[in-house]
């Protein structure tokens, strides 16, 4: 079992290839499900919070069990403290608007304005992309965006990148959900809100599940 952590490397792809290289094929989603779980764990850490009790006891139960129940175990820990880290995160974010502004917007258009506008101006990798769309011409924006990006982030920041790329995806799903009036599945609103609040690859890995939470609801709702 390797000792390092996620945040020891300069990407997650580096991460994936110490594992593989390090660790034994049996042991690798174990050690990949830890390494998850220390992501959350510093995450606590830089905010100056107590880990919760509950999750270091449910640890504690997984050190007692075998593969595969223990791996299974693990990962659905680590989902229970990604869904604490969202509310935690959410109503942080939302304590700041004024007391009037806390309560969800009655309809989904209403709801998407809201969440398009917290995104331009709070999710600055967002802000990103918006700056540029209103800056070119609607033939260009795909030719121009990555030399755009390499500009504006430099070319040594792949995961700022490839997360500001993502941005313009969740810009057009998030569009097409306003422009049809259409609710966002369960807990995506959340999720969103505070996706670039995240560090290293728990970053993409949440983002990469966003997007399709958000295009497997947009299938539901046209096949319907």
């Given at each position: 079992?390797?000792?390092?952590?996620?945040?020891?490397?300069?990407?997650?792809?580096?991460?994936?290839?110490?594992?593989?290289?390090?660790?034994?094929?049996?042991?690798?989603?174990?050690?990949?499900?830890?390494?998850?779980?220390?992501?959350?764990?510093?995450?606590?850490?830089?905010q100056?919070l107590?880990?919760?009790?509950?999750?270091?006891?449910?640890?504690?139960?997984?050190?007692?069990?075998?593969?595969?129940?223990?791996?299974?175990?693990?990962?659905?820990?680590?989902?229970?403290?990604?869904?604490?880290?969202?509310?935690?995160?959410?109503?942080?974010?939302?304590s700041?608007?004024?007391?009037?502004?806390?309560?969800?917007?009655?309809?989904?258009?209403?709801?998407?304005?809201e969440l398009?506008?917290?995104?331009a101006?709070?999710?600055?990798?967002?802000?990103?992309?918006?700056?540029?769309?209103?800056?070119?011409?609607?033939?260009?924006?795909?030719?121009?965006?990555?030399?755009?990006?390499?500009?504006?982030?430099?070319?040594?920041?792949?995961?700022?990148?490839?997360?500001?790329?993502?941005?313009?995806?969740?810009?057009?799903?998030?569009?097409?959900?306003?422009?049809?009036?259409?609710?966002?599945?369960?807990?995506?609103?959340?999720?969103?809100?505070?996706?670039?609040?995240?560090?290293?690859?728990?970053?993409?890995?949440?983002?990469r599940?966003?997007?399709?939470?958000?295009?497997?609801?947009?299938?539901?709702?046209?096949?319907?």
């Open positions: 079992m390797t000792r390092k952590i996620p945040s020891d490397f300069g990407s997650h792809e580096d991460w994936l290839a110490h594992v593989r290289r390090k660790v034994a094929v049996r042991e690798q989603p174990y050690a990949l499900a830890v390494g998850r779980l220390e992501l959350f764990r510093s995450f606590y850490r830089m100056g107590p880990f919760p009790n509950q999750f270091a006891e449910g640890l504690g139960r997984t050190k007692t069990m075998h593969d595969p129940e223990r791996t299974v175990a693990l990962e659905a820990l680590n989902d229970a403290i990604f869904r604490t880290l969202t509310a935690l995160l959410f109503n942080r974010a939302r700041t608007t004024s007391i009037d502004d806390r309560q969800m917007p009655a309809s989904p258009r209403k709801q998407m304005e398009l506008s917290h995104l101006q709070k999710n600055p990798y967002f802000a990103l992309w918006t700056v540029h769309k209103k800056g070119v011409s609607d033939g260009s924006v795909a030719e121009e965006w990555d030399d755009y990006l390499v500009q504006e982030l430099g070319p040594q920041c792949a995961e700022d990148i490839d997360f500001t790329r993502a941005m313009a995806e969740l810009d057009r799903l998030l569009t097409l959900f306003h422009d049809e009036s259409l609710p966002l599945p369960r807990l995506a609103f959340e999720r969103i809100w505070f996706l670039h609040y995240l560090r290293g690859p728990e970053r993409m890995a949440q983002t599940a966003v997007l399709g939470m958000l295009t497997a609801g947009l299938g539901a709702c046209t096949s319907a």
